[in-house]
């Protein structure tokens, strides 16, 4: 594995967007495949709710995956896809899609016991306004907790799915090698994840620029738009950050 510079936070951002322009529209109808599945999965009752969760992962390599066939110049279509696919990397990816069920149930576990579920009912509502009994006190210091909580979470899963996809690691494994690769490679990964917090940012201020100039209805639609091209070059840019730590994969998977 490769140690980076803080610089190559930036750079791994740039990768994405590289990578959305040679095909932009097999990205984007991938993404949106996705968005459709999640919609239909939690149609499903009883256990809709939950597994959307649990296949977030195999999603995530997925994606990684054609990312990977656009950056050797390969050719690949929604059926070479899922081809990458077997029972034990799906069930392993499954597994990880499990730890971010957990850490779910937790923040809203520590959203009830810190302030009454008010974080939990303004993310399900998103009304202010209805919330049971407001405390933006509690709200803050239960959001920073599960802030705490989030980091080596993420830590452990950042790489977890193109591992066990294309190192054929174990679940156990996997996590541990993501968690101690990010911690190796903190400095990149600063400037990488404080770079699209700050373009989040813009947008939403972008969005209300544009809700003030052109009306709602239009800086709504322009907003979606946005959001649809910046969620899928974000998806994008985590391919750079594997290739770039742990190399590029056997071109013959």
Known sequence: MNLLKARTGWDWILGGLTLFRKRPFFLTNLFFIYLISLILLSM???????????????????FM?????????????????????????????????????????????????VEGGNLFFLFVQSSPDKLPSPDLGGMF?????????????????????????????GFGKALFYSFFTVVREYRPFVVYMFSWVFGFILLNLASGLLNILIGRSAAAFIAFILSVIISVWMYCSFYPTYRDIFGRPDSNL
């Open 44 to 62: 499903i009752p009883f256990i809709g709710q939950i597994l959307p969760i649990l296949i977030a992962p195999v999603f995530t390599f997925l």
């Open 65 to 113: 995956y054609v990312c990977f066939s656009i950056d050797i110049g390969r050719q690949i279509t929604f059926r070479e896809c899922f081809e990458v696919l077997d029972r034990t990397i799906i069930w392993r990816l499954v597994m990880v899609g499990g730890v971010y069920l957990i850490f779910g149930l937790f923040a809203v576990g520590l959203s009830f016991l």
């Open 141 to 169: 210091i239960a959001l920073g907790l599960i802030f705490i909580v989030y980091i080596p979470f993420a830590m452990a899963t950042w790489f977890a799915a193109p591992l066990i996809g294309w190192k054929k690691m």
